[in-house]
């Protein structure tokens, strides 16, 4: 490579081979001015030389040399392939392969061709075939979307199963309730009488704090009310009222009997003995309960005419999740009658059964609720997609004329599961009667009002009556979302796993099914005989 120099005095240029052996020329440069004939010369002789420059990088190129000795070498071996119409042999490749591939992407796939099981399958065909560029990505294509389909199949299919398991009762649970169904017709002490005569005055006295809890699943109720007494400051002023269904009754009541929570009071009572829900007339509850077209929708066939193409495995989730048959069963309609229910009573905090109370709750029977009718918390100022960031949007279908007229898309929503309702206040209210007129429209409309269960009627029934109360008190979505905050959970008052993944369920998420299952009474001879939560 060429090399120029000037001496330190600056009065002469000497040109130079890289390697040092030779000098191939001296120019002397005058102190105050270069003559003509000097310049003539110098540029004479680098016209000569360039050539050769631009001829060594190209060979450098061709011979791939690892390393360059000088700037001017390494400034050569970039551009002079460039300067000599050459193209980089990899960067062809990769421009004839995206051509190949842009080509095939719009290509009809043969239905007759055979596709391969997996890749290396597809290479070793690939090896005795022979195939040529255009063929292989014709293949390829078709095998990633051979996999492409398969895996959406799976992902599908997946869901379903998921559905079945979140719907179905566990062996265990099933066991435990026929056990003790069982004990109740053979054990006089599995039939007491809770609560006992002397307490019975307790039921409807205001100065204890009152839960009610409707439910069939007996394991739940037991953990609800274990973990909202072993959580209080005050035992003592708990009355819990434990509703549930004929069939259930039996071995509630005698869980219950046979395993007392003193110093807490508890009331069992099936939905037959209610007399106020004997004599009234109900149409609308017997009507979804009994509607084909509502039994169809939430017990029949969910794949036919999903058309699953047009979906994403997120939305079809979201619809199952809107198809659980709990969405039509009495006892979860039953919270819009609790002030008939229960005459009495002036104030009470409503549980779902998939809660734990992990701190007292007497402080919220001193919450004022500025003349509201349900303490509950706001669903829309979180950021999650599953639970926080709920508006009536997420819940109504707005291209019905109905809920376009009368309902805002963005009012925030609120969380059933864990209420402080004040029953003086919605004595005085026309809720239950808005509930059932809407129920009511919404069957009219073959269900194209909303979708989802209770909670779609009660946004609507208790508008303007809800005052927001602190997220700590009520924590949602461990039944959602496996990356739920672990330390987010051990500061809530109250964590609900409401969704599919249940804590007695083997789809539960095993780091969050702690938090229930260490209020379960292992020590009871039927949970242990019944494997509970082994099964």
Known sequence: MMQLSFSPSMRSLTISSSNGFADLMKIKIAARHFSYRTIFHAILILAFLLPFVFILTAVVTLESVPNCSSSLGCLGRRWGPSFLGRVDASERLVRDLYMILNDVNTAVIPKDLELPDSFNQLVLEMKNNQYDARTFALLLRATMEKFEREIRESKFAELMNKHFAATSIPKGIHCLSLRLTDEYSSNVHARVQLPSPELLPLLSDNSYHHFILSTDNVLAASVVVASAVQSSLKPEKIVFHVITDKKTYSAMHS????????????????????????????????????????????????????????????????????????????????????????????????????????????????????GKVNGAVETCRGEDDWVMSKHFKNYFNFSNPLIAKHLDPDECAWAYGMNVFDLRAWRNTDIRETYEYWLKENLKSNMTMWKLGTLPPALIAFRGHIHPINPSWHMLGLGYQIKTDVESVKKAAVIHYNGQSKPWLQIGFDHLRPFWSKYVNHSNEFVRSCRILES
């Open 255 to 370: 869980w219950f009997a046979l395993n007392p929570v003193s110093p807490a009071i508890i009331e069992v009572k099936g939905i037959h003995q209610f007399d106020w829900l004997m004599k009234e007339n109900i149409p609308v509850l017997e009507a979804v309960e009994n509607n084909k077209g509502v039994r169809t929708y939430y017990h029949g066939n969910h794949i036919a005419g999903a058309k699953l193409d047009d979906t994403t495995p997120r939305m079809f989730a979201s619809k199952l999740q809107w198809k659980s048959p709990k969405y039509i069963s009495l006892l979860n309609h039953l919270r819009i009658y609790i002030p008939e229910l229960f005459p009495n009573l002036e104030k009470v905090v409503f549980l779902d059964d998939d809660v734990v109370i992990q701190r007292d709750l007497s402080p919220l029977w001193e919450l004022d609720l500025g």
